[in-house]
């Protein structure tokens, strides 16, 4: 099974900050079967990123992914007030998906 | 407009089981794969198992193996998830999720069904 870890586990930025989260596996994942959500408290995660780059509808163009192999990354270029959640990035190449295990971005 | 909607809420008691539904509407049911992902109180997410939408092919996570079943009726769109011998560590939100082939991202996900699990 790739174990994804997320670290920090949690990150604090200002609005309008660039934050940018880190996702790396313990064995090499296609870029095709990486994928990012945010979950915010109450509610069912949403699809940011998939195929590691690739924005899925509506998802604002703040939003970045990119990376590779073992070693990925989301980027928001300047934070608004929705973006403070939890991230999670996903592998969904295997027989066995996994998740990490999310990265909160709080308000300084 | 595309929906999963769950069924609501529910309390078993250790050794029983929940069958859980989530109905689907606004695309065509048989074109996207469901699967279903769990969330325990303050935890990650933890992928449970995928299903063709005819309902012909399950494929679930060693973890769970033995314990889930999933199944599909075509004729009204929904697709349920059986888990049985519950414990405590069972307690979760239980998400369905829609996704467009075996190996692809989650792009809608049901509104979530809590299952507490105790005595």
């Known amino acids: 099974e790739i174990v994804l870890t997320q670290s920090p586990g949690t990150l604090s930025f200002s609005p309008g900050e660039r934050a940018t989260l880190s996702c790396r596996a313990s064995?090499?994942?296609?870029?095709?079967?990486l994928a990012w959500y945010q979950q915010k408290p109450g509610q069912a995660p949403r699809l940011l990123i998939y195929?590691?780059?690739n924005r899925a509808t509506g998802i604002p163009d703040r939003f970045s992914g990119s990376g590779s192999g073992t070693d990925f990354t989301l980027t928001i270029s300047r934070l608004e007030p929705e973006d403070f959640a939890v991230y999670y990035c996903?592998?969904?190449?295997?027989?066995?998906?996994?998740f990490g295990q999310g990265t909160k971005v709080e308000i300084k | 407009q595309v929906q999963l909607v769950q069924s609501g809420a529910e309390v078993k008691m250790p050794g029983a089981s929940v069958k859980l539904s989530c109905k689907a509407s606004?695309?065509?049911?048989?074109?996207?794969?469901l699967q279903w992902v769990r969330q325990a109180p303050g935890q990650g997410l933890e992928w449970m198992g995928i299903?063709?939408?005819?309902?012909?092919?399950?494929s679930y996570s060693q973890k769970f193996q033995g314990r889930v079943t999933m199944t599909t009726d075509t004729s009204t769109s929904t697709v349920y998830m059986d888990l049985s011998s519950l414990r405590s560590e069972d307690t979760a939100v239980y998400y369905c999720?829609?996704?467009?082939?075996?190996?692809?991202?989650?792009?809608?996900w049901g509104q979530g069904t809590l299952v507490t699990v105790s005595s």
């Open positions: 999720v829609r996704s467009y082939d075996i190996l692809t991202a989650y792009d809608y």
């Open positions: 606004g695309y065509r049911f048989t074109s996207y794969y």
């Open positions: 299903i063709h939408p005819n309902g012909d092919s399950a």
């Open positions: 064995q090499s994942v296609s870029s095709s079967y």
């Open positions: 195929g590691a780059s």
């Open positions: 996903q592998q969904c190449g295997t027989s066995s998906r996994t």
